[in-house]
Nanobody
Framework: QVQLAEFGGGLVQAGDSLTLSCVVS????????MGWFRQAPGKEHEFVGG????????YYLDSVKGRFTISRDNAKSTVYLQMNTLKPEDTAVYSC????????????????????WGRGTQVTVSS
């Protein structure tokens, strides 16, 4: 059974940086396309971006392009979300997900029912 665990959230000020990590166990991490999602109170579940199994292809939500970078370390079964120039509107619970799709953009169609999901990690950006 595949399990995901997110780490690295916290309370930061606008303009700060934060790096989240997601560790995957119980499955062949190197074969998964990985994605990051977020959900703010009262808002829809939102696809932030994803990365192909090789790390060669990345896809980002328009509002985070140029600020967020997704990377992965297949040897550590870990995917990262580097977030720079954080804004209050980035405040949300961030979660990671797996996919067998070859292109990370396909993960934009995933819904909360398309698990498994980890518990998520809270990111709060103060103004």
């Amino acid at each position: 059974q595949v399990q995901l665990a997110e780490f690295g959230g916290g309370l930061v000020q606008a303009g700060d940086s934060l790096t989240l990590s997601c560790v995957v166990s119980g499955g062949p991490f190197g074969r998964y396309t990985m994605g990051w999602f977020r959900q703010a109170p009262g808002k829809e579940h939102e696809f932030v971006g994803g990365i192909s199994w090789s790390g060669e292809v990345a896809y980002y939500l328009d509002s985070v392009k140029g600020r967020f970078t997704i990377s992965r370390d297949n040897a550590k079964s870990t995917v990262y979300l580097q977030m720079n120039t954080l804004k209050p509107e980035d405040t949300a619970v961030y979660s990671c997900a797996i996919s067998i799709a070859s292109h990370p953009g396909v993960m934009a169609t995933m819904t909360p029912d398309d698990g498994p999901w980890g518990r998520g990690t809270q990111v709060t950006v103060s103004s």
